[in-house]
């Protein structure tokens, strides 16, 4: 499968196909903890999460530092944690956003 196509099917999953896309895949101040008592009901939803992200990581170089961070928690993830995977997938969004614009130009070009 492409992953361009499977970045797309797990925006889609998630119900973030419709969501604002974002520039940066973590916010560079942010300070990811353990010890928030705001933990998830379903850790697996977290675990899947993070898990799709780390095969995007195969070709997405840019995004494997916020992956490896997030991989970090996932035996107890928090919905901060929940949150900033959240984000990466809104970075990829912008991402695709990016390369079908790019193919639009070389279209016209060409």
Same mark, same amino acid.
Do not use: F
């Given at each position: +499968? =492409? %992953?361009? $196509?499977?970045?797309?099917? #797990?925006?889609t999953e998630t119900g973030m196909a419709n969501y604002k896309p974002l520039k940066l895949p973590m916010s560079q101040q942010l300070k990811l903890m353990d010890d928030s008592?705001?933990?998830l009901d379903d850790p697996n939803q977290f675990r899947r999460l993070v898990g799709k992200l780390i095969y995007l990581t195969i070709t997405r170089l840019d995004i494997?530092?916020?992956? %490896?961070i997030l991989n970090q928690f996932v035996t107890s993830p928090t919905t901060e944690h929940m949150n900033?995977?959240? #984000?990466g997938l809104r970075y &990829? $969004? +912008?991402l695709q956003a990016l390369v079908l =614009?790019?193919?639009?130009? &070389?279209?016209y070009i060409f």
């Open positions: +499968m =492409c %992953q361009r $196509k499977y970045a797309l099917d #797990h925006l008592d705001l933990k494997s530092y916020s992956v %490896q900033t995977a959240s #984000h &990829l $969004k +912008m =614009c790019l193919l639009l130009i &070389l279209l």
